[in-house]
């Protein structure tokens, strides 16, 4: 089997997200032998300041370089599914950012494809790989606090508070109909299967948007970016997808989850919160103290459980690195994932167990969303459908070839 160090990749998008894959995907000894960004000049403006890889002229060309075994996805969502298709059809690997494309169709069409080629497929859901949720899921799957019955929190920010605030987010033709849904909560409700093991089956939901006129700059913004990048002339534009949401989720067994998402939470900058309650005990993770796991007992004092790879559950312990009391952070989650993804990438095909979040993943929270855009517009529960099976209109997309 190949080590990760003889692989090579290429990431397309060189924005915020796009240059933490390149940081990981280096970390771990993998050669990133080129970028995509929207041109050659600005890559390489780009690259004086953090140390990015030789831009291609285009995508096509990336595509095109036999050297590249795995192409990472990080460009606007609207182009996910066209790149991640073409990718797999040139016999490349794929990690694909969240949310892995702006309708289920779109994903639906996409998993089927990618089972077809028989090549590595994941999604980019990297909060799962914070060593703490390793650890939490680890006590939940082992029955520490016994029956899963509620799962609580959200996911809050504050980088599209203002109306001076921009993003190609913002925009439903590159972000898709649901923002902070689609951006931030598809986090959140993967982490609630992935803690509990448990699938969403029904949802209701209701969505907000308090900002309804932004101001547009002339070019383009990186998520988080500062007022002072954002200079010069702009474009009023009204807004049609959600600043925040509320959404209660029905789980299979009976167990019930609620959240709370929103982009314009001042001071919360990239706060990931989740508490999972149980017949006996409960665990609470905050993404603004991600190296401790809160233990709630009753009859007994409650726990802070500081990370520690010597003392943690089997099977979570293998996803850190550094020693306890030596902080893990953000950056640190994608280099985990992509060390489970790179396992299966070195065999040359998917695990039949994949230690990862694949596409089918992706798929399953485009289903949510579709559910809870639905219930918003509708103001009832809505079941989470699963479209027909979408091998046959994979069939016919190749026959047409
Ligand atoms: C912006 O909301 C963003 O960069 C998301 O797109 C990421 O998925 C999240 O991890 C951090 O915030």
């Known amino acids: 089997m190949r080590r990760p160090e003889g692989i090579r990749a290429a990431v397309v998008g060189t924005g915020f997200i796009g240059v933490v894959h390149v940081d990981a995907l280096r970390r771990l000894g993998v050669e990133v032998v080129g ?6 000049e600005r890559v390489r ?6 140390p990015l890889p030789e831009p291609y002229d285009s995508f096509a060309a990336m595509l095109a370089d036999p050297r590249v075994d795995v192409v990472h996805i990080a460009s606007p969502n609207h182009v996910h599914a066209e790149q991640a298709h073409a990718a797999l059809e040139a016999g490349k690997h794929v990690v694909c950012e969240k949310p892995l494309a702006n309708t289920a169709d779109e994903t ?9 080629s028989g090549l590595v497929h994941a999604t980019n859901f990297n909060q799962r790989f914070w060593p703490q949720i390793q650890e939490a899921r ?7 606090i016994g029956e899963v019955r509620l799962v609580s929190g959200g996911y809050l920010q504050d980088w599209l508070l203002r109306p001076t605030d921009w993003n190609w987010r913002l925009d439903p033709a590159q972000g898709g109909a649901l923002r902070a849904v689609g951006d931030i909560g598809s986090h959140w409700i993967d982490l609630v299967s992935f803690l509990t093991g448990l699938p969403v089956r029904a949802v209701l939901a209701d969505l907000a948007t308090f ?8 070019g383009p913004v990186e998520a988080f970016a500062s007022a002072g990048d954002r200079a010069g002339e702009t474009t009023e534009r009204a807004m049609e997808s959600e600043d925040a949401a509320g959404v209660l989720l029905r789980l299979a067994g009976g167990a019930l989850a609620v959240c709370v998402l929103s982009q314009v939470s001042a001071g919360r900058k990239n706060l990931l919160n989740i508490e999972v309650d149980g017949s006996h005990g409960a665990l609470a993770w905050v993404a603004e103290r991600n190296e401790e796991l809160w233990l709630g007992h009753r009859g007994k004092p409650n726990e802070m459980l500081l990370r520690d790879p010597s003392i943690a559950s089997p099977g979570a312990g293998a996803q850190t690195l550094m020693p306890a009391g030596h902080a893990e952070g953000f950056a640190d989650t994608f280099r985990d994932l992509y060390r489970a993804v790179y396992v299966d990438v070195a065999a040359g095909h998917p695990s039949e ?10 798929h399953e929270q485009a289903l949510i969303g579709e559910a809870v855009a639905q219930s918003a517009r509708e103001g009832r529960w809505v079941e989470v459908g ?3 099976p979408l091998d046959a209109r994979v069939r016919v997309r190749q026959s047409r070839k």
Do not use: M, W
């Not at 900002?211 to 002339?218: A, E, F, G, L, T």
């Open 108 to 116: 639906g069409e996409l998993l089927a494809f990618a089972r077809a």
């Open 211 to 218: 900002v309804d006129i932004r101001h547009q700059p002339s």
């Open 35 to 40: 970028v995509v960004g929207s041109s050659p």
């Open 386 to 388: 699963h479209a027909e």
């Open 138 to 144: 680890a006590r939940v799957a082992d029955g520490a």
């Open 45 to 50: 403006e780009k690259a004086r300041i953090v």
């Open 353 to 362: 167990e994949p230690g990862y979040p694949t596409f089918a993943d992706g």
